[in-house]
């Protein structure tokens, strides 16, 4: 299997004397679901900022592919409040399979040309789940995903993640045991 993604090693902390995290490592390739669970606070969305290279690590190394998606925890800050999604899904992937994850998503087309805040949370973050999933990546980084969503629609969208395993690694931030426990094949605690 190709890697998609190597950490080795990795230190950060906002201080020396506030580290998040010594010497974390971990490797995801296709067709991997991996965890990262902790509580609030404990670094899990700093661990993305690390591999989108918006922070540099005290130490260690991170290797990535260059092909990366991400769903964030706020769908709001996704997403211009001035353009349609329409437009802004437009304009970074191709919109072969549109219909195709409209229906796994359980999304109406028309939505799709309505601005960000016309939506409702659930809607709009299942509209970034959409993006992301369009922009065919090797890797897809997901901030808790389903969080806006309820019990059903978050089983149908992570079984629907699921099925596109094959293609992508994908690294999971959640501070719910239970869903990592069902879906994760590693969970990394920190």
Request: hydrophobic fraction near 40%; aromatic fraction near 6%.
């Amino acid at each position: 299997m190709q890697n998609v993604l190597e950490v080795e090693n990795l230190t950060f902390g906002y201080s020396k004397e506030k580290i998040l995290f010594n010497d974390l490592s971990l490797s995801l390739a296709k067709g991997e679901l991996k965890a990262i669970v902790g509580e609030s606070g404990a670094g899990k969305s700093t661990i993305f900022e690390l591999i989108l290279q918006n922070r540099k690590p005290k130490s260690g190394k991170i290797r990535v592919t260059q092909n990366i998606s991400e769903v964030f925890q706020d769908p709001y800050s996704s997403f211009h409040p001035s353009y349609t999604l329409y437009n802004q899904i437009a304009d970074v992937a191709s919109l072969n399979e549109l219909d195709k994850y409209l229906t796994s998503l359980n999304l109406e087309a028309k939505l799709l040309h309505k601005l960000p805040h016309e939506l409702s949370g659930g809607q709009l973050q299942r509209a970034s789940i959409l993006r992301a999933m369009l922009m065919k990546p090797d890797l897809l980084l997901l901030d808790e995903p389903t969080s806006a969503l309820d019990n059903v629609i978050q089983l149908d969208v992570m079984k629907m993640l699921m099925e596109h395993l094959e293609d992508i690694g994908m690294l999971l931030i959640t501070h719910d045991m239970d869903l990592a426990s069902w879906c994760a094949d590693e969970i990394i605690t920190i």
